[in-house]
């Protein structure tokens, strides 16, 4: 009996010692920590905040997280010339576990709380990292105004930096993921650092390769939704651009003035009346539910009028701003279909060439000069072919963007197309998402990230 005392206490003291020996590294083992103390220690992050996102707050048992945080981390504002402007850069977690696998929320706009790619990190149990893009929201630097650094180089690069900061608290492995322009940011990230995840995931994101991508036309105006539908959002297409500068558009003119708003050029007007009509595909997930819509902008001139007057203060929104000068620089825009209404914009100044100088504020039209296809080129062609890291690309049939998805795809990626839904992954609502396209999501990730 008293062998086994001994036993048992030599065994105690030497636990007591491995356990003193690690009171001062808690970030080299932060099983026995806490995940604020464990940042703070990194000295890496600033003003960490619990709780932000009150949506998710409110779930927290169903989503089976323990804590969420939001802090800054400072970021240089050219990576290629460390030391020079820096600037705070927003960061959110969502914590699960110190040994759960983590996605890395690659937003393409500002902080949007943790509900992109919510369902695809429920599933797998995992911790979230959520890092708001450079120019937005909270995390605008002192390239403001100049927007020489406002390029997916740069924007992979801070990606890059907060992976490099929490992959020694977070050891499981890591993928990226995001919707519509954050899933672009994530297949950008993979392709300027293939090494870092191991997947990247991008959910109903296009990849234009133009200032006038006319790949979307024809998907738009043939492919979506039924006949009896496209057919109606034609007419009400018509409908808005009879009589030219006389007709809606001269409406809206005056609406906007009354409001106090700026009133727009017809070319920009042209160009939000055919994202309306984009946008009642891209978020409307049945076709009964858009020809309820549809009709009512057809029937009903003054509800026709608002839409329009709302939807150009939307894509004036300063939050939004920061896209329309990446579409300028590198992204690109959609041509919904101009030409098919060539009848009606004939004799209009309308100039599809302008399109995104209208968006634009004056000083900065300059930027489309700069216009360089270069990096999405090369990701259509020649990345999505050879990629060393696991790439998923999932859309949605009737969702316009879908019309811009790669047109071929390397043994080392996989193409999901959910034939029902709208512009996001939704997995877990089966109204958007069947079981079956779910399964064949779950699958292919779990393939890498267990």
Known sequence: MKKIELKLYVLLLVAGIVACSNDDSTVDNPQNSELRTVLEQTGLFYDITENPDTSIIKRKAELNYKEQYSMFYKQDTNHDDVGGDEFMQRVGIL???????????????????????????????ANMVCVEHRNYGMSYNQDKGKWEYQT????SADLHAVYQALKPIFKGKWMCA????????????????PQDMQLAAAFCSPFAISLDDERFGPYLMEEVGTEESRSLMKAVIRRALENGENGYYKDVCRLMKSDGKEEPTFTKYVFNLFDLLFQVYQYTPSDEERIVKMTTMQDDKDAMLKYLCDIIVDNDEEDLYSYWVECAKELGLQNDGYAYFADLLEGTSFDKDMVIPSLLKAEDSWLVESYDSTVFTDILNNFMLTTPCPLMLYYVHNDP???????KLGPNAKL???PVGKHHSALNDPALCSPEVRQEVMDYVQKYIY
């Open 152 to 155: 997916v180089a740069q924007a």
């Open 95 to 125: 914590f699960r576990g110190f040994d759960r696998p983590t996605v890395l929320v690659t937003e393409g706009y500002n902080w949007r709380g943790f509900l992109d790619i919510k369902d695809l990190a429920t599933n797998l149990n």
């Open 178 to 193: 995001g919707t519509s322009k954050s899933g672009e940011t994530s297949i950008c990230y993979a392709y300027y650092y």
């Open 401 to 407: 963007w879908t019309a811009a998805m790669p047109p």
């Open 416 to 418: 999901i197309m959910n």
